[in-house]
Every structure is written in structure tokens, then in C-alpha cells.
């Protein structure tokens, strides 16, 4: 959708296409009011558990990212995955809250609390990384090549 009306360069639209798929799942009545709680649970207590659930999910991150490097070329690839899994729990957790707290999902109240949402999840990815976030980023991925490199190298001799 976010390519059919153009908006994929827009950074609230790139959240709100994060926000709403689970936003759905709290609508769904009695069928779905144990998914984000059980998911909730696993991002805070197994998160190699959410790994494997959200596989099925891997093909439509990775056109979202795609989508999201366009419209923030200046944020690195390995910050956006980053960031990215960060807002995935965030948003989880606070709707399993929502929900769990009994709140109404049919009144405009909640209508503002999603929307402040999506706000909050566009300023977090357009946020710029500082300097020292750059700094240990880029550390950290020639700290991995490099184990990777004598990985390899041992297991070519």
C-alpha cells in the first residue's frame, strides 16, 4: 500500500504501515485479544522465541527497510535493523498494555493514542544517531567481521 499511494518516502507513513497490522489484532475481538499479550511476553522474557515467530514476517521487514532507506538515506543499515526491533517490542508491549488495562478501542481516545504512536515511532527512526552511536556501530561491525574472518580462516586450514 505504502508504494500504491506513494507515500513510501514519508516517514510517519513507513510507521504507521509498522503500527496498524498489530493495531488490527486488537480489534479482532475475542480471537484476537490473546495475541499481543502472549507476544508481549515472549519479546520480555524470550526474545530468541520472537526471532522464530516473526520469521514468517522477514520478506515484509525487508521490503520495509527498503522502503525506509529511501526515505532516510542518512541512517545506517545496521541502526535501522536496530531500530526496527526496538519499536517492533515497543509498540507490542504498549498495545498488550492497552489492551490488558481494558481500555476502549472504538472511541476516539484511542484513536489519539494510536496516532501519537505513529508519531512517536516516525521521530524515533528519523531521530540522527549521534556521533557515539556511530562510533560503537561501526566498532562493533569491524569487531564482527573480524571474528567472522578468523572464523573462515580456521576453518580453511
Known amino acids: 500500500e505504502l508504494e ?7 516517514v510517519r507513513s513507513l510507521a504507521r504501515a509498522l503500527v496498524m497490522p498489530l493495531v488490527r489484532e486488537m480489534q ?8 499481543l499479550p502472549f507476544l ?7 526474545p530468541v522465541q520472537v526471532r522464530d515467530i516473526m520469521r514468517k514476517y522477514e520478506a515484509a521487514d525487508s521490503r520495509w527497510v ?11 543499515l545496521p541502526i535501522l535493523w536496530t531500530r526496527l526491533a526496538l519499536m517492533g517490542r515497543h509498540v507490542v508491549v504498549s ?5 490488558r488495562r481494558g481500555l476502549p478501542i472504538d472511541d476516539v481516545g484511542f484513536e489519539a493514542y494510536m496516532s501519537d504512536m505513529v508519531d512517536a515511532v516516525a521521530g524515533y527512526f528519523a531521530a540522527p544517531p549521534s556521533e557515539q552511536t556511530l562510533a560503537l556501530t561501526r566498532a562493533r561491525d569491524e569487531q564482527q567481521a573480524a571474528a567472522e574472518a578468523a572464523r573462515s580462516a580456521q576453518g580453511g586450514e
Do not use: I, W
Request: no cysteine; charged share 15%.
Open 4 to 10: 500504491r499511494t506513494g507515500s513510501a518516502s514519508e
Open 66 to 76: 527498503a522502503l525506509a532507506r529511501v526515505a532516510l538515506p542518512q541512517l545506517p
Open 28 to 35: 479482532r475481538g475475542d480471537d484476537g485479544s490473546h495475541y
Open 40 to 46: 508481549a511476553h515472549l519479546f520480555l522474557t524470550s
Open 95 to 99: 498495545l498488550a498494555v492497552y489492551q
